[in-house]
């Protein structure tokens, strides 16, 4: 006999203003999180590590691009 697992995979709202309106869960506790919350402490982190020198100016440039890229070539 075989066992089946089958899994679901939420899909994201539709937004209305083109901002990230779908939810994040936290995979070990299961918390629903709202994408704008998740999206400004992604940001504010990034801002925050190069403020405080942990990242180089040049690299979080580099890596906040390649967000903005990532992110709208997969809502196309």
């Known amino acids: 006999m075989t ?3 089958t899994t679901t995979k939420a899909k994201p709202k ?3 203003n083109g901002a990230a309106s779908d939810s ?3 995979p ?3 918390v629903h999180l709202p994408g704008k919350v998740v999206n400004v402490a992604f940001w504010g982190g990034l ?3 190069v403020a405080l020198g942990a990242v180089d100016p040049p690299l979080g440039i ?3 691009a390649g ?3 990532a992110r709208h070539s997969s809502s196309s």
Do not use: F, K, Q
């Open 28 to 30: 070990v506790v299961g």
């Open 47 to 49: 801002v925050g590590a």
């Open 62 to 64: 580099l890596v906040g």
């Open 67 to 69: 967000v903005v890229v």
């Open 24 to 26: 994040y869960v936290l």
């Open 14 to 16: 539709a937004s209305t």
């Open 3 to 5: 066992d089946e697992v």
